[in-house]
């Protein structure tokens, strides 16, 4: 009976330390690869270049994310590789290097494929391990784990305005130190993983046997995968065209538009931390619903708004949307227990994928027409959240679970 008392809190511990330096990680990672979108109003004027070929730039990046993401979560769940998120660090930096060298526009694009390539190895990985140190708080370790990853998004336009605006495109050399550190962090973070693998393997088996019909948890992937393109094409639509809709419409600078960019972002730093822990205590299901759908009223009202309400929506905007897809990819590890990596990489991946099919045809429609009407027909795109009623209560059975476990353990 001691050895059961002992295994049950050995097993569902949650280790804050690791969480917090994925966390880190994240955030390292998101700011680096924020720069990049953060300085198209440069390379435009630089370059010369159109909509549809800044469109390319983030297509490029994010489909060679999300191409390799899934294969790289496949990969490692039969073969994992703790070492590999430093070396994905290491690819970003690389990209960085020639990234701010780039002198032409198919450089450009191989530096993007570069940092798109660090990003496919990291994410699944760090998912990964973030889930091995949850414990039974999956959804608050995937919010401390997205919320780093929306800080640095958030720190990129910022930088990018502070940094690089100011002192050309050279000056992104300068991020490099920043990437050196996140490897030192990373093969810390590697180091961890290493050690608790055999033991999370084993939970991993034990879990495996629960899964649902194949039927109905293929439904239920085809429904998360159609909420995540929602979520997706609207969220790059302001990601990567805020910018350049604020000085269409309101004739802001440069930087002044990449502040408001800063402040949206941070909106959506603030809502990934909310969506974890409520998911964890109201249900994944309810989260996935209130967050993709409660967005339409501001999405809709957006393109309408004075330049003071504009801000004020893609806050709310921000942190009602952003809440999302922590919930949905913890939903889709429960979904299919034992393939953590794989799901990781398949939903990171078709979150970048969708972001860079979305940059490519929204920088295309807005050369056709205007940034303003992309916003308008963006707007209704959250009215897809409707569809999360078609998703199986899952939760109910763990919480069940949980609740049995903690009764059967009794007073402490």
Known sequence: MQSDSEAAPAGHKTFMGILLALGVSHMINDTLQALLPSIYPVLKASFGLTYVQIGMITLCFQLTASLLQPLVGRYTDRH????????????????????????????????????????????????????????????????????????????????????????????????????????????????????????????????????????????????LIILVFSKYIYLVSLTNYYTFYLIHRFNLSIQGAQYLLFVFLAAVATGTILGGPLGDRFGRKIVIWVSILGVAPFSILLPHAGLALTVVLTVFIGVILASAFSAILVYAQELVPGRVGMISGLFFGLAFGCAGVGAAALG?????????????????????????????????????????????????
């Not at 608050?140 to 050309?168: R, W």
């Not at 962090?185 to 033991?199: E, F, I, M, S």
């Not at 998703?391 to 059975?397: C, H, R």
């Open 80 to 223: 994992p590789k703790p070492y590999s998120l430093a070396f994905g660090m290491g690819l970003t930096l690389v990209g960085l290097v020639f990234l701010s060298r780039a002198g032409s526009y198919p450089m450009i694009l191989f530096s993007s494929a570069l940092v798109g390539m660090g990003s496919s190895i990291f994410h699944p990985e760090a998912s990964r391990v973030a889930h091995m140190a949850a414990g039974d708080k999956h959804g608050l370790a995937q919010s401390v784990f997205q919320t780093g990853g929306n800080l640095g998004s958030s720190l990129g336009p910022l930088l990018a305005a502070l940094i690089i605006v100011p002192n050309g495109q050279s000056s992104i050399l300068w991020f490099t130190a920043v990437a050196f550190g996140g490897i030192v962090l990373l093969t810390r973070v590697g180091a961890w993983y290493g050690q608790h693998l055999p033991a999370f393997r084993k939970r991993v088996a034990a879990h495996a046997a629960q899964a649902l019909p194949p039927g109905k948890v293929a439904l239920s992937l085809v429904v």
């Open 364 to 412: 295309r429609l807005a050369d056709l027409t205007s940034i303003g009407f992309v916003f308008n027909v963006c707007g209704y795109l959250p009215l897809i959240g409707l569809l999360a009623w078609l998703l199986p209560d899952i939760e109910g059975a763990s919480r069940r679970t949980r609740r049995l476990r903690e009764e059967a353990a009794g007073p402490v």
